[in-house]
């Protein structure tokens, strides 16, 4: 295939001068972060202070120097990034938030705003990812299960390689999921299912009468459908909108054997036909996400909530039971109200047959020092029963 040509809107190319020539490479961003406007060379005798101030003023640094040293440099930057200041001075005391909503929007805007600035130290990339400086290590693996296959040079972050190294080593060990007596191994960009009470009360909820076929809407990784399958689930079909979940299912299905009983299609919510049990965990907290892979996360608008109850009695046999997991937590945040979400069950046609509630386990439930603590100690995860009215 003939190479794009640098004008295509489809690949975003980053520009720079180096010993006196204008260079240009191609640009990845699994964020979605444009090229920097601004870039300059550095290398093992660049200052911390020096570039972390010119990473929050929006100037890229592409690294030149041994890959290590990249390695601390990105962690000075991280250091200085928590502390909000140079070294030897002290942050003013931040304002306290006026309520959990605002807490909320709050440290999303510092979590973005870190985020920029820590991307703002870039690698070079030959051909076939490997990464032309002195100690860089082969990642050759883990770009290609998250980018596929490529082999035209680009530029990345440093931030973004390391986020796929460490994805790539949760896919290689996997995450124990009590609830099969096996792991789950996810692939990058693909929620991990490291929440496990939520698994288990899959595991443990009463299944309808009758449920020998199930829809499981959203796959993720797989462990639903795995767990429904576990169970005595003759059939699942599992839908999702996104190529890595497909796949990522699809791996981890044939790794428990159960590929025979789970069909994978691709479908925004609910495949064709009725169910008598159906189940769905969309994200938690509608919010809008900064980049792609938070859309596990954060669901705008409650985009894929309401539309899983508003088509939900639709995909129902008589009697038969739409199972939605779902946190609180916006609750807490000041961010959708529970009157909001019953009121979208009842204008569904839709009653709410029983539902089962469980505290998470998780550290970040008892850390004091996490800006929403409070939201977080309080919140709880429930698995809702949801019936045609």
């Not at 020539?21 to 290398?43: N, T």
């Not at 499981?216 to 767990?227: N, Y």
Request: overall charge positive.
């Amino acid at each position: 295939m003939p190479e794009q040509t640098t004008s295509s809107p489809t690949v975003p190319r980053i520009h720079w001068e180096e010993n006196g020539e204008q260079r240009s490479a191609r640009w990845r961003s699994e964020a979605g972060m444009p090229p920097p406007k601004r870039v300059i060379i550095a290398d093992d005798t660049t200052n911390a202070d020096v570039a972390y101030r010119l990473a929050c003023e929006g100037t890229a640094l592409l690294w030149r120097g041994d890959f290590q040293n990249a390695r601390q440099l990105l962690q000075a930057l991280a250091r200085r990034a928590d502390h909000k200041g140079r070294a030897g001075k002290k942050a003013k005391p931040a304002k306290a938030p006026s309520s959990p909503t605002e807490a909320f929007h709050l440290h999303r805007q510092a979590q973005s705003q870190r985020a920029r600035t820590l991307a703002m130290l870039l690698i070079p990339f030959d051909e076939g990812y490997t990464i032309p400086l002195r100690r860089a290590p082969d990642v050759k693996l883990a770009c290609n299960e998250a980018y596929g296959r490529y082999q035209e040079p680009f530029i990345a972050s440093l931030r973004e390689l390391l986020g796929l190294i460490g994805a790539h080593e949760w896919r290689r060990t996997g995450v124990e999921i009590p609830a099969l007596g096996a792991r789950i191994h996810p692939h990058y960009g693909v929620f991990s299912p490291v929440r496990g009470e939520y698994v288990q009360m899959v595991a443990d909820a009463p299944l309808p009468a009758g449920a020998d076929l199930a829809f499981d809407i959203g796959v993720g990784t797989g462990v639903l459908s795995a767990v429904l399958a576990k169970r005595g689930v003759k059939r699942v079909i599992a839908t999702d909108q996104d190529p890595r979940a497909l796949s990522c299912a699809r791996e981890n299905l044939a790794l428990l054997g159960l590929e025979d009983k789970v069909e994978l299609q691709v479908a925004d919510l609910f495949p064709e036909g009725r169910a008598p049990l159906v189940v769905c965990n969309p994200p938690w907290v509608p919010a809008r996400p900064s980049s792609p892979i938070e859309y596990a996360v954060y669901d705008p608008d409650s985009r894929m909530l309401r539309g899983f109850l508003s088509g939900l009695a639709a995909h129902l046999t008589p009697g038969g039971e739409g199972w939605l997991i779902l946190s609180d937590l916006a609750e807490h945040l000041g961010l959708r109200p529970r009157e909001q979400l019953l009121e979208w069950i009842a204008a569904a046609g839709l009653k709410v047959a029983g539902r089962i509630d469980v505290r998470p386990v998780h550290p970040r439930a008892s850390d004091a020092t996490d800006p929403l603590h409070a939201a977080r100690a309080a919140e709880v995860t429930s698995l809702w029963r949801l019936a045609a009215a």
